[in-house]
């Protein structure tokens, strides 16, 4: 089974400025894709952005992009002007098994 | 998006009793759909997935007997959690994935069950 590791448990970030999550994998797929999810207090999931593995170009989603590095097996996600809006649990997922990483909780401080 | 609703949003049930939980695509034909189970501040874990019309594949550890999962129709899947236990308590995801178009892959999220038993 592939494994999602997300090594930062809580991270906080001051308004406006610019925060990166990390996110590493293991998998001996050669192609797959790559989500990062959010869950406001809401508890609703939310898809922030998505990375196809055969694409070397990393996503970009208004104020999020993704720095993914496949032979390094790491997906991490950078977060640009931040706001009061993005405090959240981020989860990374794994496309064909659908599993999560442990989370990052993320405070955006005013 | 699309969008996954979920029946009822929060129950209370006695333990030894049975609860069913509904999760339905409402503008989409999913052919697959998830189950997960949320503890306070950690992960989602996926307990189940279920394709349409067939048995749903559980994950190690989870109890098809105890988890009851039917994905009749492309709209609507079902958990039944059978003779719930204190233990059991806990908040329940359900997503659905099909195809819209060329975005596949995706999943899209119910706003989940929270399911306390006494």
């Known amino acids: 089974a592939q494994t999602v590791t997300q090594s930062q448990p809580e991270m906080s970030v001051q308004e406006a400025e610019t925060v990166t999550l990390s996110c590493t994998y293991d998998t001996s797929e050669s192609n797959y894709y790559l989500f990062w999810y959010k869950q406001p207090p809401s508890r609703q999931m939310i898809l922030v952005i998505r990375q196809e593995a055969y694409k070397q170009q990393n996503a970009t989603e208004n104020r999020f992009s993704v720095n993914f590095q496949k032979a390094a097996k790491s997906f991490s996600l950078k977060i640009s002007d931040s706001q009061l809006g993005d405090t959240a649990m981020y989860f990374c997922?794994?496309?064909?098994?659908?599993?999560f990483g442990a989370g990052t909780r993320l405070t955006v401080k005013p | 998006g699309a969008v996954v609703s979920q029946h009822p949003s929060w129950v209370i049930c006695k333990s030894g009793t049975s609860v069913k939980i509904e999760c339905r695509s409402l503008?989409?034909?999913?052919?697959?759909m998830f189950w997960y189970r949320q503890f306070p501040k950690q992960s989602l874990m996926l307990m189940a997935t279920s394709n349409e019309g067939s048995k749903a594949t559980y994950e190690q550890g989870v109890e098809k007997d105890k988890f009851l999962i039917n994905h009749a129709s492309l709209t609507l899947s079902t958990l039944t959690v059978t003779s719930a236990h204190p233990e059991d308590s806990s908040f329940y995801i359900c997503s659905g994935q099909g195809y819209r178009g060329n975005i596949h892959n995706e999943q899209f999220f119910g706003p989940g069950t929270r399911l306390t038993v006494l």
């Open positions: 503008d989409f034909q999913a052919t697959t």
């Open positions: 997922a794994f496309d064909n098994d659908m599993r």
